[in-house]
């Protein structure tokens, strides 16, 4: 028997939000705008053409903090959790990890220093930054277009979700490596109120990057996997 979600269709959008905020983040990247009065999510997900199915599955999921999920793979539209998830790899590259950086080079420009401790966090932060953008391009100009044409029903013999988790290494390690020498070795004459806004960004990113893997290892990956097992070509 599937368990009761905690969020339904006949929901007011703003009573999801009141109940968790961190899902501004979801219905941002959905291509939803704020605004929407007293309309229930069903009523917000059809004025903007959402699936609304998809929409609560990857809201429920989240917010119940899942791992797995319960039989609604053939009820969602993988086109839109694959929208979802390039909208989220454009608010990362284009805006959360450069916003970080601005704020970063601001907090360590700390002057009469003999140890350039800019340049050592600077660089920290540029290789994250690389990392994170190689595995999300990976999976824009790779994986989303091979998922895109299995549900065309060609299926492609070179390549398989397998590959893709063998591929699907965390990306936060160098985040964490980051904020924990900020937290460690900050200079004493360094702006600390620059210095807490950046750890507060940094520990909002990390959170949010931690869901984004989330989403992809155990409700994008796992769906796709059913697909594959199919004979028959998905619409």
Known sequence: MQKQQKFSANEKMSD???EDHTLLLVISRFGLSLGFGDKTVKEVCEASGIDCNTF???????????????????????????DYLKNSHIYFLGFKLPAIRTKLFEAVKVPDQNIPYGVIFMKFF???FSEVRKHMEYEDK???PYVLKLLQ??????????????KHNEID???????????????AKGNNHLLTEVLFDILSCEADLASHNRIEDYFFIPAIEVIERKETPVK
């Open 16 to 18: 999801l939000i009141r």
């Open 173 to 187: 390690s160098k985040l964490i490596e980051l904020k924990n020498i900020l937290i460690k070795y900050y200079p």
């Open 126 to 128: 540029d290789e994250y």
């Open 56 to 82: 609560l599955a990857v809201v429920n999921f989240l917010s119940e903090g899942n791992f797995e999920v319960d039989n609604v793979y053939d009820n969602i539209s993988i086109v839109s959790v694959i």
């Open 142 to 144: 790779v994986v989303f």
């Open 153 to 166: 029903g060609q299926k492609d013999p070179k390549y398989s979700m397998s590959v893709f988790r063998g």
